[in-house]
């Protein structure tokens, strides 16, 4: 994961499955190894990805390092792709660390931008991505009733996903947390047999774990523990 200089904002560079944007994971059969990673979550290559959905409840984040970042990840891809980040950041605030959440939204073909939602811990969010004759992006803030849409020309071929929680070298401690209503062209995320991935941090050896798929195979929790 590369992160941007800017100390306002620090955005995950991922790319999946080969794709502009997206998560940049080895694929593994499911009675494989689960692979170690910065990423907790799940990925797929399956085809002709039209829609997806999936809404989380951000975490509260404890800072106890300067520049220790979680960025919630949501994307589909191909050349050209989507990826929505919901980026949260340690700073310094006077003689002590703070944390911010910030949306960052990129459409591929087009420079990335920071989107109108605010979000806070605890806030509940919900992500729509639309791939085809154009691409678009909608986050909807349920907490606050924040929302913001963002489009560009197509057409655009998605053919690989990820829905996860990528960390930096130093993950920050934070509450349990989990995505539900992951839903891909309608069905749910369980239906494309997606390749789990967890977080091991090399720093202090903290995790992130991703938990097993629930609710119909369109829910699962990540658990924090150090």
Do not use: W
């Not at 660390?97 to 960052?104: D, G, P, T």
């Not at 924040?146 to 020309?153: C, M």
């Not at 047999?193 to 050896?205: C, D, F, I, R, V």
């Amino acid at each position: 994961m590369k992160l941007s200089k800017s100390p306002a904002l620090r955005v995950a560079a991922i790319s999946l499955g080969g794709a502009t944007l997206s998560l940049a994971l080895v694929s593994s059969p499911a009675t494989a190894k689960i692979p170690k990673s910065d990423t907790a979550g799940y990925s797929s290559t399956t085809a002709s990805i039209t829609t997806e959905t999936a809404t989380v409840t951000l975490p509260t984040i404890t800072c106890s390092k300067k520049n220790t970042s979680l960025v919630v990840v949501f994307s589909a891809g191909n050349n050209g792709g989507i990826l929505t980040n919901l980026n949260m950041e340690c700073y310094k605030s006077g003689h002590s660390l703070a944390s911010a959440y910030s949306l960052f939204i990129d459409l591929g073909s087009s420079q990335g931008s920071i989107g109108s939602v605010r979000p806070n811990p605890g806030d509940t969010i919900t992500m729509t991505e639309s791939c085809g004759a154009n691409i678009s992006v909608t986050v909807d803030d349920v907490t606050t009733s924040q929302s913001v849409t963002d489009t560009s020309a197509g057409p655009v071929t998605c053919t690989s996903m990820g829905v996860a929680a990528v960390g930096s070298k130093v993950l920050p401690r934070m509450n349990n947390f989990g995505f539900t209503n992951v839903m891909v062209n309608g069905n749910p995320l369980s239906s494309i047999s997606p390749t789990l991935y967890q977080y091991h941090e090399s720093a202090h050896g903290a995790t992130l774990t991703a938990g097993p798929l629930t609710s119909g195979g369109t829910a699962f929790t990540e658990t924090y523990a150090s």
